[in-house]
């Protein structure tokens, strides 16, 4: 299999990362004008900024992150949405593309309905709230939902959308990534079974180089084994 | 000073010569093996081999605080629980949490406080589960080690990860690393965890008396061997992602299994034996 080869060098908390003249980015802190990893992650420097690339963790939503929730509750004027982090989302009524009258909010989401929208606001004690109003929000009907680590949904979607857009072109699925680390996937049967393996694929060599070419290998090799047969 | 009264005459802990009941010198740590990520549903954990010690700690978090009277709008808590296993001693240990286990959870709970950047999480908790497998003295050392781990598989930002080891007096000799029979029947242990990096010291505790002389003595051990079982640790976490690309192949199928072919199944009668349910539950799972 191509890609093979090093891996990434990893830091740890607690490891210096950085001298006087580089700022402490994202997964970093400084303390005596040097600068340490805060997290267990990749390093990166770029203009100056040193930063760990988290290889694990929590989601921690920001503003204007687009996620694939599930509704776990209903109020009169609310739903609340799981985002798959530790604070709870509401989803006011107001902020959907429909008309909601008050008390009428289980006729248009119920509980176990996935969606589609935008983390509209963060404030500083995490109050989180989401929205639908935006063109590609929506309730997601069928399909099925896939959970990756939140840490490691830059690399399924890639440099511009690369990854992603490999996945889509080659299995043919409609396929929407949360930066909340789901993903909500559709088509026939046998492309998102190859699919959702692509992803399991990507997420467990996500600090392995050259992963979009095995990743394309996979896909293709995939194919040649399911060849001859109708994809359900 | 030796309390005799407990002390089976003929036992020597330590001999003239400097070694002690199991071979080690004074200065000498048990074997430690450390695991990172050995647990599938934990955000992160972490199993530790530590002389006749085995220990798993377990991480959650940052999520959400329960009770929700708990949170706090600042910062995010940092809990603990360390439970002993009933077979992890010797006479069966009544489950639950005793006197004990809740003084030790509580120390370690605080001891973590200080490391993990909890401001950073406001209204969270960081839940950290050490579970106790086997004991054979040190299981607090054991457990905040492999817990300090854990936390960082979890990706919970912290300063530094946390080290510790314990130091004790057996037959008035300083001793690094006492096991059960030193414990027992030594004069004094004395647990203590550090941030490698600072020295900084966040968990501090004593068993018995040691005089100011024996206390710096006692503390120049634990701080030279947590400095080796801190790069035990870092060695733990960078294994555990450092897999070589065909260690992660060997895991993950190459292809996906042969697709049952559904309208072809459909025809076939229901009753008829050769319905290959197992076929079809795979392709499920496969899909999910």
């Known amino acids: 299999m191509e890609g093979k080869g090093p891996v990434r060098p990893i830091v740890i908390p607690g490891e210096a990362v950085g001298g006087p003249r580089l700022k402490p980015g994202p997964g970093t802190y400084s303390e005596g004008g040097r600068i340490f990893a805060s997290q267990l992650g990749i390093l990166s420097e770029r203009d100056g900024l040193v930063s760990v690339i988290p290889l694990a963790g929590r989601y921690i939503p920001q503003r204007g992150d687009a996620i694939v929730g599930e509704i776990v509750d209903i109020g009169p004027s609310h739903w609340l949405v799981d985002i798959n982090s530790p604070y709870p989302a509401p989803l006011h009524a107001t902020e959907v593309p429909w008309h909601v009258e008050f008390g009428d909010t289980a006729r248009f989401l119920n509980v176990g309905d996935a969606i589609l929208g935008h983390v509209s606001s963060v404030d500083e004690i995490k109050r989180v709230s989401v929205t639908m109003n935006s063109p590609e929000s929506r309730r997601l009907r069928g399909g099925q939902l896939l959970e990756v680590s939140p840490a490691k949904v830059p690399r399924v979607i890639g440099k511009e959308g690369s990854m992603i857009s490999l996945v889509t072109d080659l299995t043919h699925c409609r396929i929407y990534v949360g930066q909340n680390g789901r993903i909500w996937l559709d088509g026939t049967d046998g492309d998102t079974v190859i699919a959702a393996r692509a992803i399991r694929l990507i997420e467990e060599r996500a600090q392995a180089f050259g992963l979009t070419e095995s990743v394309r290998e996979f896909l293709e090799s995939a194919y040649r084994h399911a060849d001859g047969r109708p994809s359900a | 000073m030796v309390d005799i009264e407990h002390i089976p005459k003929e036992l020597k802990l330590i001999d003239e010569k400097g070694v002690r009941l199991d071979g080690r010198r004074h200065d000498e740590l048990r074997p430690i093996r450390i695991e990172a990520g050995v647990l599938r549903r934990a955000d992160g954990s972490a199993y530790v081999e530590w002389g006749g010690n085995k220990v798993l700690a377990a991480v959650y978090g940052p999520r959400e605080a329960h009770p929700r009277h708990l949170q706090d709008p600042a910062r995010a808590l940092v809990q603990c629980r360390y439970n002993m296993a009933p077979f992890s001693v010797s006479d069966r240990k009544r489950p639950g949490p005793d006197r004990r286990s809740v003084e030790i959870s509580k120390v370690i709970s605080e001891a973590f406080a200080s490391v993990v950047f909890a401001e950073q999480f406001p209204r969270t908790s960081v839940d950290i589960f050490i579970e106790v497998l086997q004991a054979d ?53 004395c647990p203590m965890a550090i941030v490698p990096r600072t020295g900084e010291l966040v968990l501090l505790q004593m068993d018995g008396h040691l005089t100011y002389d024996e206390f710096q003595k006692a503390m120049e051990l634990s701080i030279a061997a947590t400095q080796r079982i801190y790069e035990m640790q870092r060695d733990a976490l960078r294994r555990r992602y450092s897999l070589s690309i065909d260690e992660i192949m060997k895991e993950s199928p190459a292809a996906p299994p042969r697709e049952t072919e559904l309208p072809e199944m459909s025809t076939q009668i229901v009753g008829e034996p050769e319905l290959d349910f197992d076929a079809l539950d795979e392709d499920r799972e496969g899909g999910a």
């Not at chain 2, 054991?142 to 598989?153: K, M, R, Y």
């Not at chain 2, 990706?155 to 001793?175: N, Q, W």
């Open chain 2, 137 to 189: 003295a040190g299981t607090r050392c054991a457990g905040l080690t492999a817990a300090s781990v854990a936390l960082a598989d979890a990706g919970v930002p912290m300063r530094d990860l946390v080290t510790s080891c314990a130091s004790g007096k057996i037959g008035g000799v300083v001793c690094l690393d006492l096991n059960k029979d030193e414990d027992n029947f030594g004069e004094a242990d």
